[in-house]
């Protein structure tokens, strides 16, 4: 042959070899061979397992997508291009054979009111808000509505609100209704939704599972009822996430407990610290007893791991008084997102809220005056360091 023949076709599609690396490597491969048409025909047909096309299937994907079926208890997963993405296709896959309408949680990501209100409303769907750590205003909201679908955050943002997720299940049944849970914040650590009910779990894999602030993508999992309608709407639409960012996922899933129990234990920490500062009004955590939802937390989280983000008002304190304390954080890292290894704040009022009138966002109690802090994995007397000469700057 010809070197401009050899230099496409010579080395590639040789038999698998027989040694199984000991971790997924990264299949950058779009399609494969195989060696007849009967076989390929059976695989396109789905009716024999294997690869032809990756936006419908790659086996780095599918390693990442066996592994969160296993940390969730699902049936089937699908890792998306973001947490965005994997919201949006819980909820399309969700409403499939089911009514145009959907109740979602009164306090849920940016982003997500953002496609409920701008991208499915305008698309027809019926949208309906309800608190869903009050569970007679929900149920009441489901009976009226009729929706196709339920949607919450096992934890909300950025006042960290727990609703009963077995009950809220329980509503949505009964009303017909499949219920989409966001599990970003808790993880699968904290918390199984599935196993409470949930028909569909849905995780920003950018934040705790990922871990290391260098990945963006997002995974639906979900059981055997609904997994064929996931995976074919994702045939058609194609949201997945790319093989490298798969690779960097698992990786960083390896270590996911452990950095999580950490993390969840400099929470308890620096919240406990925060609460009895001077400068510090209100501390938001999931691990105050005397947390609105205390009982709740109790009963379906398991003991001492509550969590690793704290929210706190800072006392007497506007968005100047904020800005100076931020400013002068020195370890802490000023940035959007949660979940990396190292601590980070973010201002709501600023970023995550900034589209909501001041009016409607003190109606959700979130006051000029507060912060989100992502608790990391570094030495916690390091982290309250930081926090304490800033707060001395206010
Ligand atoms: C709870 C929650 N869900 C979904 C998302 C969206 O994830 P991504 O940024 O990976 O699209 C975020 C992002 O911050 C989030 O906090």
Redesign the pocket.
Known sequence: MKIHTQAVHAGDRKKAPAHIPATTPIYTATTYFYESMERLDRIFGQEEEGFCYSRYDNPSAAALEELMCALEGGHTALACA???AA?QMAVTAALVDRPRSIVAANAL?G??VGMLMNVLEPAGVAVRFADPTDLQALEAAVGEARPGCVLM?TVS?PLLRVGAIDRIAEIARKAGAALVV?N??ATPLLSRPLAWGADFVVH?V??YLAGHGDV???VVVTTEEHGAHLRNLSRTLGPVLGPFECYLTMRGIKTFPLRMERQCANACRVASWLAGHPKIERVHFTGDPAHPDAATIRRLFPPNLYGAMVSFELRDAGRTEVFRFMDALQLVVRAT??GDVHSMMLYPVMSSHREISPKHRLRMGIRDSLVRLSVGIEAPEDIVEDLELALEKV
């Open positions: 973001s947490g965005m919201v990501y982003a997500t955050e943002n966001d970003t914040f920003s950018t934040k963006l993508g997002g997102s949660l």
